[in-house]
């Protein structure tokens, strides 16, 4: 089915309201009205009624039924006797019979035979419709029934130029209503039209514009605050993807233009072995220094996508530190640093994604390896709690300065380095050791002092606890990060 425009729903509704509301007011007002003429005409009817009975009761109850008829006679023939009236005592006798009831002749039941509160009939008599009421009395110990009828065509009339009225007053009213909800449904959306108009005018050249939120306290301000958290949570994003894209871009360009120079120095005149296998070193060094970029690069983006997946499996702890003492040991000695891994006396087991946790290791080992001189040495170790394993990697390097230690983990900051070549970082890998750390629901954190060293450390789970919601915190993240 068709959708129907939120304007033609308001002004439907609205003309539904106000056309039913018309409709039912017209025929509560015809009701009331009717009911209202009805009841004035019983009380007529009843007062007549009540005529009868005065007259009866200033009689004798000796007076016989000729001088009876002769009173009624003396009485109304004059003052009534274009009217409904016929009177009739409990023994049958008529006392009184109008012309106009004589010609009618309608029914009239001994007093009787006639319930309390009277009965009513109508007739049409010539262009005259009647409606009468027969009613028992009872005066001085004589029941008596009697009929008095009262004419039906005023209140006919009035009635039916009443609802003719309202035939035409109705309608109008509706066609009213019809305009009217337009009108509202318009006034209604107008601010909504006016925040679309708004929101039109931002693209991705001014993501920094905000819509104007409405000073009273409303959904139209609350969407307009909503929209307005939106944009700024997409501004953020905006700005950091373009960062990140002109940093990727100038620490791609900066080892490519240095192979180029190399290669150009090394192609300007011939040379011994020695000479370019000396170049040819300082170019693999460049290009190992481009793949740890390019994979860093890589992961960062997945990362950003929500594609990096993480299977949470117990690691043995003794394990990992072996294989990672086997690969950086001649790392380190090569760097004239003593490398200590302490083994764990039992077999502890910790939650993780075996080869991020790695990774989270060897960023953290291969800063210690930059960032201490020679013969410092690098501390890998594990304090266990009843929860968690804390892993920490301790050097007794550079150290890091109080300014620059809440920044290191932004994407592609780094600390000013007056050190050597082999010092030369992208500025990625703490942001991705941070995000490896968020993955697993924890954090990586630094203590550091310049000129003493430094400590990274990250607290993984036991696998003790609920595997499950350690892997529900991992999607979480990743999730909040696509
Ligand atoms: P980089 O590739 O520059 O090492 P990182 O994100 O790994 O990038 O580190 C960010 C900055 O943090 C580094 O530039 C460095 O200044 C500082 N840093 C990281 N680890 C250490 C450490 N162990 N000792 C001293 N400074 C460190």
């Not at 035979?113 to 009647?130: C, D, I, K, M």
């Not at 514009?209 to 409405?214: A, F, G």
């Not at 001649?330 to 910790?350: A, G, H, I, Y």
């Not at 500025?427 to 954090?443: D, F, P, S």
Request: one cysteine or more; charged letters at 25%.
């Amino acid at each position: 089915m068709k959708a129907i425009a939120i304007r033609l729903k308001l002004t439907l509704l609205y003309f539904a309201m106000f056309a039913t509301a018309a409709c039912l007011l017209s025929l509560a007002s015809w009701w009331m009205l009717r009911r209202s003429v009805d009841s004035t005409e019983y009380h007529d009817l009843h007062e007549r009624t009540e005529d009868v009975q005065a007259l009866l009761a200033q009689q004798s109850p000796n007076t016989s039924i000729e001088d009876m008829q002769k009173i009624f006679a003396s009485i109304y023939t004059i003052r009534d006797d274009g009217k409904w009236l016929q009177v009739k005592d409990q023994d049958g006798n008529w006392l009184y019979r109008s012309r106009r009831m004589l010609a009618e002749n309608p029914d009239l039941p001994l007093p009787d035979g006639l319930p309390a509160r009277g009965t009513t009939s109508e007739f049409l008599q010539g262009n005259h419709y009647v409606r009468t009421l027969a009613f028992p009395i009872q005066v001085k110990g004589k029941r008596y029934s009697v009929q008095t009828g009262v004419g039906l065509n005023k209140s006919m009339a009035l009635v039916a130029s009443f609802c003719t009225n309202l035939l035409v007053l109705t309608p109008a009213v509706i066609l009213l209503a019809a305009v009217g909800g337009h009108y509202m449904s318009r006034r209604a959306l107008r601010p909504v039209a006016n925040l679309a108009a708004e929101a039109r005018l931002i693209n991705d050249r001014n993501l920094d514009m905000r819509l104007p939120v409405p000073k009273a306290k409303d959904e139209i301000s609350d969407l307009a605050l909503t929209l307005n958290q939106m944009l700024e949570r997409i501004d953020r994003a905006f700005v950091s993807v373009k960062a990140f894209t002109g940093n990727a871009s100038h620490e791609m360009r900066s080892p490519i233009a240095l192979l180029r120079t190399e290669i150009e120095v090394a192609l300007y005149r011939p040379r011994d072995n020695e000479d370019y296998r000396e170049i040819l070193s300082r170019m693999h060094d460049e290009t190992i220094h481009m793949t740890n970029l390019v994979e860093n690069l890589l992961s960062l983006a997945r990362a950003d996508g929500g594609v990096e997946a993480m299977a949470l499996m117990p690691i043995k702890v003794n394990q990992l530190f072996d294989q990672i003492r086997q690969s950086w040991g001649k790392t380190m000695q090569l760097s004239m640093l003593q490398f200590n891994v302490e083994m764990q006396p039992d077999d502890s087991v910790v939650l993780g994604d075996p080869s991020s946790v790695q990774r989270l290791l060897s960023v953290l080992l291969e800063n210690a390896n930059k960032y201490t001189p020679p013969g410092g040495s690098v501390t890998l170790t594990a304090v266990l709690s009843r929860e968690c394993i804390n892993i920490v990697v301790r050097d007794t390097g550079i150290g890091i300065s109080r300014d620059d230690l809440p920044r290191i983990f932004d994407r592609f900051y780094r600390a000013d380095q007056t050190g050597d070549r082999r010092s030369r970082g992208s500025g990625l890998g703490l942001a991705l050791g941070k995000w490896i750390a968020e993955c697993h629901g924890t954090e990586l954190t630094v203590e550091s002092e310049l000129g003493v060293g430094s400590s990274f450390s990250v607290s993984l789970r036991r696998p003790n606890i609920d595997s499950r919601e350690l892997n529900r915190e991992s999607n979480l993240h990743l999730q909040r990060r696509s």
